[in-house]
């Protein structure tokens, strides 16, 4: 252990991995609610797992002038605190890894921002003018040395990587159905549009009118209908 890395660990994965890099491929998911039911207090609310301390419950609000209570963290604040996070984990993990040890570490991030975007006052107008990360440390290293490591952790940080590389969401939006609008939906036939789609005993559709093999499927298990 050096600089709260478990480095021993660490190396065991990492030769792990390196023998197999499709290892290196993860999934992660975030899922939340805006908290539409309450009149006051945080905005939006998430549910993370940690792999020890089970479900962390976070929640942010937007700033008054924004239209929020400020009664919660700003998601912004979540974003800076989350790279000052991720990018200190990573520098005092390469540091270690070549065998400096940090007496003291500390991280500050300042953002230059710009709301006239937020406020609508004119798309595509910047939201950051400049953003610095100020890494104050006490070690034996020499600064040619912690460059180096800065360096390291600028190309090996998940979040410097995201902060720096366009990185463009594909959106999707699901919009519920009123049970009643959707179970019209499955009566409908995608080629003749009459209502005469009816689910068989197989759990499969068939159109009753142009005899059109439907799009929709009854799983019998559990009555759940999804598409084809």
């Known amino acids: 252990m050096l600089n709260r890395i478990n480095l021993e660990e660490f190396k065991k994965i990492q030769d792990k991995y390196g023998k197999d890099l499709s290892q290196c491929k993860k999934t992660l998911e975030v899922k939340g609610q805006w908290l539409l039911e309450e009149d006051s207090g945080p905005q939006f609310e998430t549910k993370l797992r940690t792999e020890r301390a089970g479900l962390i419950t976070v929640r942010t609000d937007e700033t008054i002038i924004l239209g929020g209570g400020g009664t919660a963290v700003h998601p912004v604040h979540y974003c800076m605190a ?18 400096i040890e940090l007496r003291k570490f500390e991280i500050r991030a300042v953002a230059d921002i710009d709301l006239t975007a937020g406020f609508g006052l004119g798309d ?9 990360l100020e890494l104050t440390v006490d070690c034996d290293a020499s ?13 090996r940080c998940f979040c410097y990587f995201c902060m720096t590389t366009p990185i463009i969401p594909e959106i999707a939006l699901i919009r519920e159905i009123p049970a009643p609008e959707l179970e019209l939906i499955h009566t409908i036939c995608p080629t003749c549009f009459e209502k005469t789609m009816a689910f068989t005993e197989e759990g499969t559709q068939v159109c009753n009118n142009c005899g059109e093999e439907g799009i929709f499927v009854r799983i019998p298990e559990t009555g759940e209908i999804i598409l084809k």
């Open 82 to 99: 989350g790279l000052c996070g991720c990018f200190s984990a990573a520098f005092a993990k390469w540091a270690g890894m070549t065998g």
């Open 143 to 155: 600064p040619e040395e912690l460059n180096e490591v800065i360096e390291l952790t600028k190309k």
């Open 124 to 132: 595509g107008v910047p939201a950051v003018d400049k953003m610095t």
